[in-house]
């Protein structure tokens, strides 16, 4: 079976007595890299992983000197990217949250009231549909409380793509432990935008969905704004400027090879709507074609991040 490679990570790093931290990253699509943490705590009959996150070669054998993976803990049914693997190679216990519905390993025990580490607490979130979400308490160190999404500790920016650094604050991923916003809104989007003028639609109100990139031409070219694009409702959007999409895409050819893409794809659909109204046209006449009324070019593309 194929697993998802290792991605960049950090080394394992103490806490307190018995608890380890590694800091690793998570690609959420074209230049938007993040942070994410896998918690190890040392249990007398062995290691118990929590948000598991896959090591380089260097990092299982500092995880190996440890000791052995017994235990493999869920905490939500959200992530779980590298869980898979971690069953495949240590052949652990699997604890999951009660309630779960995630599907991509297979659960030998459920967390509450009983938990993986002798001494720890079971915590449980109730009241969402969303997904189902726990923490566990342990005792080391006084008492270490062990999260996945619910609570989240922003003290740094550790692993984030210069992008998401931009992002993240807007959306309230800032200011130290904080409950996660997409927790308090169960995994729902707020705020509604329209396009209700553009290359493309003549006169047709789109939709402009979450995390669409606007004026996207402007960040390879000096151009001219051709989109009115109307917000329905109160949106969340980020201001990016020229000269911080390219630090970002010299960071990352992925990022350039989408905006690329995207630019590509809405010119080919306005030649095909430029052709369908060329054909119920008929037969263009000699007239000069009238030029499009200038409008102030901007080095500023907006994503809608509601």
Known sequence: MTFPAALPHGPITRVVDGVYAVRGTFRMGPGMTIGRTMTIVAA?????????????????????????VKRLVKLSDSHGLDEPYY??????EVWVVRGSRSA??????????????????VIDFPGTSGWAECAVLVPNGGGTLITCDVLQNHCDTEGASTFAKLMTPLLGFKGGVIVAPMWRKQQKVSGEAVRVSGPTGFGRAENVPTGSLLAEMGMLIETQHTSTVVARTPIRALRITRAEMIEQMAEDPDLADHLVQRIASRLTALAQELRAIDARLGPADDKPATAHPAARPQGEVAAALH
């Open 87 to 92: 069953v495949d190679r240590y052949r652990p």
């Open 104 to 121: 991509r390993v297979k659960a030998d025990r459920t967390l509450g009231p009983e938990a993986p580490i002798e001494g720890a607490s």
């Open 44 to 68: 007398p009959d062995g290691l118990v992983i929590f948000n598991a996150v896959r090591l380089s070669a260097a990092g299982e054998e500092a995880l190996a000197k440890l000791g052995a």
